[in-house]
Structure formats: C-alpha cells, structure tokens
C-alpha cells in the first residue's frame, strides 16, 4: 500500500512539474532498458511492456523470466537438459541422445527433440572381439565367440569399466608320443595344429589335426604311430653282407664283393629307411679287367692283347716323330687299371715360315718335311723376279726364297672442271684423292673419290659441278617483299611488315647461300594489342573484346555502389597500353541478408552470394542478394531443400555448372547440340529430372596437311603423320575440332629425308670423313659411338663416344683406335636423328720392348732382368732370347727367323732362340737365366759353351695373322772362361813375382848390416 502511494504521489509531482513549466508527459522516455513502448489498445496513449523473456511493470523494473523452473521435460521435452539464458533459454539433449535438427543446443519450437543414438553403428566401440548392443540412451557390450571378457564381467560398457574382450589362447599344442608338430596356424581360438610321425614311424590310424576350443583347450590329435620294419636286405651277385640282423630304420648293411671281382658300382652301403624299405644299393661286382691299354698321342702299341693284373704295354714313337722323354711301359694293377706311361713323342716341325717384304702367303699351316708355302706379292705391289716357294727340309728348316716385288704408283690424277682436289701427293695403291665443287657450285654427281687401282690407274669420280640458284623466297605472313628476282648466291631479299604490324626479329632480310637455299630468318609480324584492359574494384566492364587502338572500355560501378569521383573511360592507345581510368564506388547499403537453411559464402557489401548449409540443396530461386541504386537490398529468392544425389551423366556431354539441385550440360569437344534441353533439375520427391540433351559431331571432313596422311580420327580429334620419304621436322601432328565448329589445325611440317651424314668413309685407318646435309640450322652436333673387338680375344670390348659441334658441310675427325682391332663406327645427326655406321681395322704396330738392365758377366750361366708394362696387344705377343757368338764380325736382322731347330740340345756356331715366352706370362718384372738347361716355349736353353764370349739379345714380336712385327734390344754380353783363366793366371805371376822381390830386397839389407 505504501508502495502505490509513493507511486501516486511521483506521478502528481511531475504533473504538476509539468504543468509548471508547460511541457507534456513523454511515457516511451519513461520506459524500461529491457521494455518497449506500445500503442494502448483504446488508441488513448502509450504504455511501457517488457520485452519477451522478461517480467515487471515496464517502466521501473523489468527482471529475467527463468523459463526453465517448469521443468526441462516440460519446455524442452523428454531426454533433455534446459538452460537459462538472460531474456531467453536454450535446450540440450542428455548424454546419449542427439537433437533431431543435428544442431549442439536448439529451442523447441520448430519441433527439434532428442532421439537415441545409436552407438553401434560406430566400428571397433566395443574393441576386439567384443559385441555391441544398442540401448535406450546408451549401449553396453559383450564378448564374442572365441573371446572371454577380462578384467569384468558381462555386459560391461568400455567407457565406464576397465573390462575388455580377449582372444581364447589355448598356448603351444602338447606333443602326442612318436609324433611330431608339422605346422601350426596360431594359438588362438579355432587355429589348427598338423602333427606327423616321428623318423622311424608309420601313422597307422587316427586323425592328426588338434584345434583350439573356445574353451582354451586342444582338441586331438587320436594318431596312432608305429614302428618301421625293413625285413631282411636283398642279396646281390657276387657279393655277401656284413649285418647285425637289425631292420629298424637307420640301419646299415655292408656289401662286398667276392674274391676275384670288384666293385664298379658307387656305393656298397643300403640303409633302411622310415619307408620301411631297404634303399638300393649301387654294389656292381664285375670281374677284374684292365680292357685295351690307354691311346698315347703319336704312338704306336707293342701289346699281347692279356688285361689281366700285371700285364704290359710296350710304346714307341710313329714315324715322323722322335723321343722327348718319359717312360715308355704301361702296366695292368689290382684295380683293373692300367698306369700312364709318360713317354713325350715330338713331331719334326719346321714351324712358321719366314716372313718377306710386301708379300703374302698361301700356306696351308702345315710345317712337317715336304710342306710348301707359296710367296706372292701384296696389293699394291707387284712380282718383279725370284723364286716365291718355301720347302720345309727334313732339319726342320725352311728353304728361302728370293721373290722381289715392287711397288705400284697412278701418278697425278685427272682434274674435274669447276672443283679442286684434295690429295696428299700419294699415289700408291688404296690412296685416294677427294674433289670438291667449287664455291657457287655444288655436285649432282654419284661420288667425288678416286682411288688409285691396282692396275695403276686412278678409277673415275663420277662428280658433276653444277652452278647454284636458290627459288622464290620465302612467304612472310602479314610482310611484304622488297626483291630484285634475282637468285643467284649472294642475292638478297628484303621483308617489310604491313601497316598495323609490328616486327618482331632482329634481322629483316635473307641471303641466297652457297647451299641453294635462302637463309631462314626468324622474322614475324605481331599485330598491335592493348591485351585486356584493368579490372578496378567493384566496377563492372563494358567492353567489345577488342584491343586494337582506338578500342574502349566504359567502367561503371556495381549495383550497390554509386560514383564518387574520377574518369571510367580508357581508350586503347598506339603505344599498345590501355589509357588511364580513375573512377572511384562507394558502397551504399547496409548489413547483408541472411536466407532460412543458408549461410554466406562471399559478399563485397553491394553483392552477397548465398548457398544451402549441408544436407540441403538449392531447389529454385536465385543465390544472389544485390544492393539495388535505392539503397535497398534486393533478397535472393534461395529456396533450399533436402539434397538428392549425384549429379546425372549424359553420353557425349560434360557438366558445366551445378548447385546440386541444377545441373547444366554441355557437349563435349567435337560434338554440339542436336536437341533437347541441358538442364537437369533435382525435384521435390528427390529425384533428378534428366536433361533430354542429345550431342552429336560437329565439325565437317577432316584437314588435309601437306606431305602428310591422317593416322587416326573420330571426327573430332585427327592425328597426322608424315608419307614415306618424309619426316616430322617441326609443329604438332594433332588437329582438334573446337568449340566454335571450326578445326584447330594441326602445325605439322614435313621434310624430305636426307642422309645428314654422307659420303662417309675412313682415310689412314682412324680418321673419319663425312659430308653434312643440314635442314635450317647452322650448327649440328654429331654423336660419334665406336666400338671395338678382337678375333683373337673374345673378353676384349672398347666401347666409348664424343660429341662434335660444326656449321661445316665437309667434316673430319681422328679417333686414338686401338691397334688390331676391328671397329664399328655410328655417326648420329643429333637434330635429325639420322645414323650412319662404317667399320675399320686397325693394323698390327711394331712392338714396344721391355726395358732390361744391360751387364756384362763372367759367368757361364748369367741370370738377366726386365721390366715391362701390359699392353693390350698381349695376347699376341711373345719374347724370344738369342743367343749370338761373337765371331770376327757380326750381323744380326731383328726381322729374320730362327736358324736352328729348337728341340735341339747341341747348338750350332750361329745365332739361335734359346728360349721363347708368351708375354701374357710375364709379369711387370722377369728374371731369366741363359743355359739353365730347361725348355722355354718347346726351345732348349743349352749351356753356353766354355771359353767363348757371347751377345744376349731380346726380341719382342707381335703377329696376328699374316702380318709380323718385332723389335730387339741387347741384353748382356757374356765373357768366356779362358779370358777369366788368363786374366787370373797373369795376376797369379805378378803376384809370386813380387814376393819373390821383397824377399830379396829383405836379404840384402840383412848381409849388407851384418858385414859393416
């Protein structure tokens, strides 16, 4: 009551304040923060209300309304939880359950509540092993077959217990007796144990498998196991056993055979194995018998034709042959074997003929007495006088002839009207002589080498100089050509571009070369462009794609900006940019609209984009809100549905656009609209409304290139390829019909092929000579690839490669080949890709000798050295040491034979080999001893004899074929005895000589003192 009074007494005071100072009551002025100020509902004044969410009497209090003191399953409904908010409240469902709106916190009244969740649907929940079960609000678990639940019991919910699911694990499988484990799968449940018998076991009945229970224990195996049992082992002819009678597995019996025979077989032995069987033995008794007697090389048999233990083979040497050495008796022993004579027969050779200047052999390879070998004289050379046969004698020597050949020369060779000669003023026999057309002329002949013949005659080149002319110039695009007509070398012609063109090049004209062709000048004229014109923030473009100058672009501002200030014309200009804009917009609406099931994706204040949150789909309407010239936004009319699903595929056709309820189709490229529309629409039930589109080709008869054939087409997509005779040199070989119906040509170029390397050929075994045929550019690299092989020794392999860069036609190039090798060489046009392969043989060179330490000695057997290094040419390659006496005056030819038999052990007063060495036998040092008696390469080394003084000299030659080389160097000179005997015994005089003196000397001095 004192309240209202105090009340009613506030409101008199300020009416009468009021009326005091002569103003009205404002009511609204009077309002609450949290209240709004209403029409009456009689028309006769405002009131004070408090907003929703609030109680009071509007004007001096308005408090927080809890709405959830009702009770949260009375507001909110059933499963949830109810939240005050100041001036409102919110609802959330409890733990299990989840809004039906899929939002975290919701307010029921758009028929949100809380449903169960199912959290079985979630894999692995209940972890290994366990089973899920779906209950009101929560779930619980338990354990599957073959698991038991650990640390708990069941059910049991896994975010609550500690309890969890564990695989039954029966452990290892016990051993069965006589058995044994052969695989086991696991220790879990369900997993298989295989057992076996043991060695010395058969399985007999029962089941070998044991599988592990859910009960955690195995099951089986019921295998019964038996012992093995062989019986008695088989006999064998001629042969007894030694046993114990035992026939259990393992067991071993031995064989032997009887008195007289022997055992050929490969075992004596049989064991008794887990088969129960007696393993064959592989005893063969045969009687003993040496058969025929061994086949020694070049003997012949004194024989009885007895085998039996003790007898005897007599050999001896056929005729032609003579005894080396060795034992000569082959005698039949216990293990019907006969013993290896060591008897050495050696045939009578006379070994290789000798080797004569510029000629060849015809030999068969025989050097016994009788074989002849034919001289005649080599290419290039021809028979001038003597004798050209050979004998071998029965001394093992070869007869020598007296042949003489000479050589061959052409002379000058002819010269060729309008070209010069390459030539080295040689003209033997192989030797050639290049010509090359003068300059402003080029050949159209079949070749320009003369080589000078056997006969001695140059063979005709059939070169022809013709006078070079270049055709028409080539045509420049948008250019025009300043040009007299002539096209003779060193013509020029001139290219201007036309007007609105600018050039792009740094050189505007072209010569005629002396290679018949016009240079090609990289030259092109490039229209002039603006390229596209500034884009300026929120303005939108008024333009006709063009930009040639004098085009123009109008910018003007975006509806929801209006313009401030600045120019919006630009003009494009002839220096090829675009003229300066400055227009400036400024937005004028205010905060953007928001859409029921929509969120933002991207506005700039005057144009907002809108799209439908997840879960829902554009149905009709537009997405974009735009801020209209009045200042207004004009809402997007978005309409957003349940989504359906994937977007529908039309044959021929791609998607162009789509918002998930609208898809837009479009042909693909090569193929256009017939008929029907391109519009799929996802309706109200869900399901998508197919466009009836139907696309099918639309470009016309596939282009034609020049030079060219197509491959393959689908009358949208052609492929070219250059006819026979030709190749791809530049461009694409693709032709594609575009979106326009119009056919993107392909920029295909083909050229004739031409060998880029010619006129190959190789000039003193290693250099290369080629000529060049080049396209456009004036540089070629070339890849040179050789690779090297030798008959006479199959592991060697020389396989390397260079590059050469050159702008000349005529190239040379020398290669560091190998000696006696033969070569295959590839030269590869890199631009080109073109190859061109040749071979060579390289010759035998004189060989490098070792170098030896020269000395001089006394002794009679002198041990000398050399040093080497290895060399490729070392399986050809050998040593010989000559042995020279020293006689008056001496002459010795590196080049000739030897002039002794080698087997012989007494040598002659001449020079002889007195040993012979493979150099692939020698090391990087040798150390050999002259006269140590022994055979070096089938050569005796005799003793040097006493009181003669010798020459040591070392040869190395190399041969391959018919072809020899060698070079000497003296090694020592050995002094005779008697120059060592006579030299001491004068020593000895001089010395009895001067005792003999001291004594008298000492005598006299002796008298002469005793007498004074």
Same mark, same amino acid.
């Given at each position: 009551?004192?309240?209202?009074?105090?009340?009613?007494?506030?409101?008199?005071?300020?009416?009468?304040?009021?009326?005091?100072?002569?103003?009205?009551?404002?009511?609204?002025?009077?309002?609450?923060?949290?209240?709004?100020?209403?029409?009456?509902?009689?028309?006769?004044?405002?009131?004070?209300?408090?907003?929703?969410?609030?109680?009071?009497?509007?004007?001096?209090?308005?408090?927080?309304?809890?709405?959830?003191?009702?009770?949260?399953?009375?507001?909110?409904?059933?499963?949830?939880?109810?939240?005050?908010?100041?001036?409102?409240?919110?609802?959330?469902?409890?733990?299990?359950?989840?809004?039906?709106?899929?939002?975290?916190?919701?307010?029921?009244?758009?028929?949100?509540?809380?449903?169960?969740?199912?959290?079985?649907?979630?894999?692995?929940?209940?972890?290994?092993?366990?089973?899920?079960?779906?209950?009101?609000?929560?779930?619980?678990?338990?354990?599957?077959?073959?698991?038991?639940?650990?640390?708990?019991?069941?059910?049991?919910?896994?975010?609550?217990?500690?309890?969890?699911? &564990?695989?039954?694990?029966?452990?290892?499988?016990?051993?069965?007796?006589?058995?044994?484990?052969?695989?086991?799968?696991?220790?879990?449940?369900?997993?298989?144990?295989?057992?076996?018998?043991?060695?010395?076991?058969?399985?007999?009945?029962?089941?070998?498998?044991?599988?592990?229970?859910?009960?955690?224990?195995?099951?089986?195996?019921?295998?019964?196991?038996?012992?093995?049992?062989?019986?008695?082992?088989?006999?064998?002819?001629?042969?007894?056993?030694?046993?114990?009678?035992?026939?259990?597995?393992?067991?071993?019996?031995?064989?032997?055979?009887?008195?007289?025979?022997?055992?050929?077989?490969?075992?004596?032995?049989?064991?008794?194995?887990?088969?129960?069987?007696?393993?064959?033995?592989?005893?063969?008794?045969?009687?003993?018998?040496?058969?025929?007697?061994?086949?020694?090389?070049?003997?012949?048999?004194?024989?009885?034709?007895?085998?039996?233990?003790?007898?005897?083979?007599?050999?001896?040497?056929?005729?032609?042959?003579?005894?080396?050495?060795?034992?000569?008796?082959?005698?039949?022993?216990?293990?019907?074997?006969?013993?290896?004579?060591?008897?050495?027969?050696?045939?009578?050779?006379?070994?290789?003929?000798?080797?004569?200047?510029?000629?060849?052999?015809?030999?068969?390879?025989?050097?016994?007495?009788?074989?002849?070998?034919?001289?005649?004289?080599?290419?290039?050379?021809?028979?001038?006088?003597?004798?050209?046969?050979?004998?071998?004698?029965?001394?093992?020597?070869?007869?020598?002839?007296?042949?003489?050949? &000479?050589?061959?020369?052409?002379?000058?060779?002819?010269?060729?009207?309008?070209?010069?000669?390459?030539?080295?003023?040689?003209?033997?026999?192989?030797?050639?002589?290049?010509?090359?057309?003068?300059?402003?002329?080029?050949?159209?002949?079949?070749?320009?080498?003369?080589?000078?013949?056997?006969?001695?005659?140059?063979?005709?080149?059939?070169?022809?100089?013709?006078?070079?002319?270049?055709?028409?110039?080539?045509?420049?695009?948008?250019?025009?050509?300043?040009?007299?007509?002539?096209?003779?070398?060193?013509?020029?012609?001139?290219?201007?571009?036309?007007?609105?063109?600018?050039?792009?090049?740094?050189?505007?004209?072209?010569?005629?070369?002396?290679?018949?062709?016009?240079?090609?000048?990289?030259?092109?004229?490039?229209?002039?462009?603006?390229?596209?014109?500034?884009?300026?923030?929120?303005?939108?473009?008024?333009?006709?794609?063009?930009?040639?100058?004098?085009?123009?672009?109008?910018?003007?501002?975006?509806?929801?900006?209006?313009?401030?200030?600045?120019?919006?014309?630009?003009?494009?200009?002839?220096?090829?940019?675009?003229?300066?804009?400055?227009?400036?917009?400024?937005?004028?609406?205010?905060?953007?609209?928001?859409?029921?099931?929509?969120?933002?994706?991207?506005?700039?204040?005057?144009? =907002?984009?809108?799209?439908?949150?997840?879960?829902?789909?554009?149905?009709?309407?537009?997405?974009?809100?735009?801020?209209?010239?009045?200042?207004?936004?004009?809402?997007?009319?978005?309409?957003?549905?349940?989504?359906?699903?994937? =977007?529908?595929?039309?044959?021929?056709?791609?998607?162009?656009?789509?918002?998930?309820?609208?898809?837009?189709?479009?042909?693909?490229?090569?193929?256009?609209?017939?008929?029907?529309?391109?519009?799929?629409?996802?309706?109200?039930?869900?399901?998508?409304?197919?466009?009836?589109?139907?696309?099918?080709?639309?470009?016309?008869?596939?282009?034609?290139?020049?030079?060219?054939?197509?491959?393959?087409?689908?009358?949208?997509?052609?492929?070219?390829?250059?006819?026979?005779?030709?190749?791809?040199?530049?461009?694409?070989?693709?032709?594609?019909?575009?979106?326009?119906? =119009?056919?993107?040509?392909?920029?295909?170029?083909?050229?004739?092929?031409?060998?880029?390397?010619?006129?190959?050929?190789?000039?003193?075994?290693?250099?290369?000579?080629?000529?060049?045929?080049?396209?456009?550019?004036?540089?070629?690299?070339?890849?040179?690839?050789?690779?090297?092989?030798?008959?006479?020794?199959?592991?060697?392999?020389?396989?390397?490669?260079?590059?050469?860069?050159?702008?000349?036609?005529?190239?040379?190039?020398?290669?560091?080949?190998?000696?006696?090798?033969?070569?295959?060489?590839?030269?590869?046009?890199?631009?080109?890709?073109?190859?061109?392969?040749?071979?060579?043989?390289?010759?035998?060179?004189?060989?490098?000798?070792?170098?030896?330490?020269?000395?001089?000695?006394?002794?009679?057997?002198?041990?000398?050295?050399?040093?080497?290094?290895?060399?490729?040419?070392?399986?050809?390659?050998?040593?010989?040491?000559?042995?020279?006496?020293?006689?008056?005056?001496?002459?010795?030819?590196?080049?000739?034979?030897?002039?002794?038999?080698?087997?012989?052990?007494?040598?002659?007063?001449?020079?002889?080999?007195?040993?012979?060495?493979?150099?692939?036998?020698?090391?990087?040092?040798?150390?050999?001893?002259?006269?140590?008696?022994?055979?070096?390469?089938?050569?005796?080394?005799?003793?040097?004899?006493?009181?003669?003084?010798?020459?040591?000299?070392?040869?190395?030659?190399?041969?391959?074929?018919?072809?020899?080389?060698?070079?000497?160097?003296?090694?020592?000179?050995?002094?005779?005895?008697?120059?060592?005997?006579?030299?001491?015994?004068?020593?000895?005089?001089?010395?009895?000589?001067? =005792?003999?003196?001291?004594?008298?000397?000492?005598?006299?001095?002796?008298?002469?003192?005793?007498?004074?």
């Amino acid at each position: 009551m004192a309240e209202r009074n105090r009340a009613m007494i506030v409101v008199f005071l300020l009416c009468v304040i009021a009326a005091a100072e002569g103003y009205t009551l404002d009511v609204c002025a009077s309002c609450h923060a949290n209240a709004t100020c209403d029409d009456k509902s009689d028309g006769s004044g405002k009131v004070c209300n408090c907003k929703y969410g609030f109680v009071g009497n509007g004007r001096t209090f308005c408090q927080d309304k809890d709405e959830c003191q009702i009770g949260a399953s009375k507001i909110c409904g059933q499963h949830t939880t109810c939240h005050n908010t100041y001036g409102s409240y919110y609802c959330t469902c409890l733990a299990g359950y989840s809004p039906s709106n899929n939002m975290a916190i919701f307010i029921p009244n758009d028929g949100t509540h809380c449903q169960d969740i199912d959290e079985c649907r979630i894999t692995g929940l209940c972890g290994e092993g366990g089973q899920c079960r779906n209950l009101e609000g929560s779930f619980d678990c338990s354990c599957q077959l073959g698991y038991q639940v650990h640390n708990g019991t069941e059910p049991f919910h896994p975010h609550r217990d500690k309890a969890s699911c &564990k695989v039954v694990d029966c452990g290892h499988p016990a051993l069965v007796e006589d058995t044994v484990v052969l695989s086991v799968t696991g220790t879990t449940y369900s997993s298989v144990a295989m057992f076996v018998c043991d060695k010395g076991f058969v399985w007999r009945r029962g089941d070998n498998r044991s599988v592990c229970g859910a009960d955690g224990l195995w099951r089986g195996p019921t295998m019964v196991c038996e012992e093995v049992d062989c019986g008695s082992p088989p006999a064998l002819p001629h042969s007894h056993m030694l046993w114990n009678k035992r026939s259990s597995m393992g067991t071993e019996v031995l064989y032997q055979c009887n008195s007289g025979y022997h055992n050929v077989g490969k075992g004596n032995v049989s064991i008794c194995t887990a088969a129960g069987q007696w393993e064959r033995p592989s005893v063969l008794c045969q009687e003993t018998l040496c058969g025929s007697p061994p086949i020694i090389e070049s003997t012949e048999q004194v024989w009885d034709s007895n085998s039996t233990p003790g007898s005897t083979v007599l050999y001896v040497c056929k005729e032609g042959f003579y005894k080396q050495g060795g034992d000569n008796v082959s005698i039949c022993n216990e293990n019907a074997q006969w013993t290896l004579p060591t008897l050495l027969c050696q045939e009578i050779l006379c070994g290789d003929p000798p080797i004569l200047p510029h000629t060849g052999q015809v030999w068969n390879g025989s050097s016994t007495p009788g074989s002849t070998v034919t001289y005649y004289c080599k290419i290039g050379f021809y028979h001038n006088e003597g004798n050209n046969i050979s004998l071998c004698t029965v001394n093992g020597y070869w007869t020598t002839p007296n042949i003489s050949c &000479k050589e061959v020369h052409c002379g000058v060779p002819q010269p060729i009207s309008h070209s010069i000669m390459l030539w080295d003023k040689i003209s033997t026999v192989g030797s050639q002589v290049v010509y090359q057309c003068n300059s402003g002329y080029r050949s159209v002949g079949e070749g320009n080498v003369s080589v000078c013949t056997a006969s001695g005659e140059w063979d005709e080149a059939s070169l022809l100089c013709q006078e070079i002319y270049c055709q028409e110039p080539v045509f420049k695009p948008h250019a025009k050509m300043l040009w007299d007509g002539t096209s003779h070398i060193g013509s020029v012609v001139y290219y201007q571009c036309q007007e609105g063109y600018d050039t792009r090049s740094l050189r505007n004209y072209s010569v005629c070369g002396e290679n018949g062709l016009w240079e090609d000048i990289d030259l092109w004229c490039e229209e002039i462009s603006c390229g596209p014109p500034l884009t300026l923030p929120d303005t939108n473009l008024l333009w006709d794609r063009t930009s040639r100058p004098g085009s123009v672009v109008l910018y003007e501002c975006m509806d929801g900006f209006y313009q401030e200030s600045g120019n919006n014309i630009s003009t494009c200009l002839l220096s090829g940019q675009w003229g300066e804009v400055s227009v400036k917009c400024k937005a004028k609406c205010g905060p953007v609209p928001l859409l029921a099931k929509s969120e933002v994706v991207w506005h700039n204040r005057s144009v =907002v984009i809108h799209r439908c949150v997840d879960g829902y789909h554009s149905w009709r309407g537009s997405n974009v809100s735009v801020c209209n010239s009045s200042g207004v936004w004009q809402r997007a009319t978005l309409r957003c549905i349940a989504k359906c699903g994937p =977007v529908p595929l039309l044959a021929k056709s791609e998607v162009v656009w789509h918002n998930r309820s609208v898809v837009i189709h479009r042909c693909v490229d090569g193929y256009h609209s017939w008929r029907g529309s391109n519009v799929s629409v996802c309706n109200s039930s869900g399901v998508w409304q197919r466009a009836t589109l139907r696309c099918i080709a639309k470009c016309g008869p596939v282009p034609l290139l020049a030079k060219s054939e197509v491959v393959w087409h689908n009358r949208s997509v052609v492929i070219h390829r250059c006819v026979d005779g030709y190749h791809s040199w530049r461009g694409s070989n693709v032709s594609v019909c575009g979106s326009s119906g =119009v056919w993107q040509r392909a920029t295909l170029r083909c050229v004739e092929i031409k060998p880029a390397v010619n006129h190959l050929f190789v000039l003193n075994e290693k250099c290369l000579h080629w000529r060049a045929e080049k396209y456009e550019e004036d540089t070629e690299v070339y890849k040179v690839t050789y690779i090297g092989s030798r008959d006479y020794q199959k592991s060697f392999h020389d396989r390397r490669k260079q590059f050469l860069s050159s702008k000349a036609d005529q190239l040379e190039l020398c290669l560091n080949l190998l000696p006696v090798t033969n070569y295959s060489i590839s030269i590869t046009a890199v631009s080109s890709r073109f190859t061109a392969t040749i071979t060579t043989n390289t010759s035998l060179p004189v060989p490098t000798a070792p170098v030896v330490h020269y000395r001089e000695f006394t002794t009679p057997i002198p041990t000398l050295r050399l040093r080497r290094s290895p060399n490729t040419l070392d399986p050809i390659s050998l040593y010989q040491v000559f042995v020279l006496p020293v006689e008056g005056i001496m002459m010795f030819d590196c080049s000739s034979p030897a002039s002794s038999d080698p087997s012989v052990k007494i040598k002659s007063s001449t020079e002889y080999i007195t040993a012979q060495i493979d150099v692939t036998h020698v090391g990087t040092e040798m150390n050999f001893t002259v006269g140590d008696g022994l055979y070096y390469g089938g050569f005796f080394n005799a003793p040097l004899e006493n009181g003669r003084n010798y020459y040591i000299t070392l040869r190395a030659v190399s041969q391959w074929k018919s072809a020899l080389k060698s070079s000497c160097v003296l090694w020592a000179k050995v002094r005779g005895t008697s120059y060592v005997l006579m030299v001491s015994s004068l020593s000895a005089a001089a010395t009895i000589g001067l =005792v003999a003196f001291i004594i008298l000397v000492g005598y006299s001095f002796t008298w002469f003192f005793k007498s004074k």
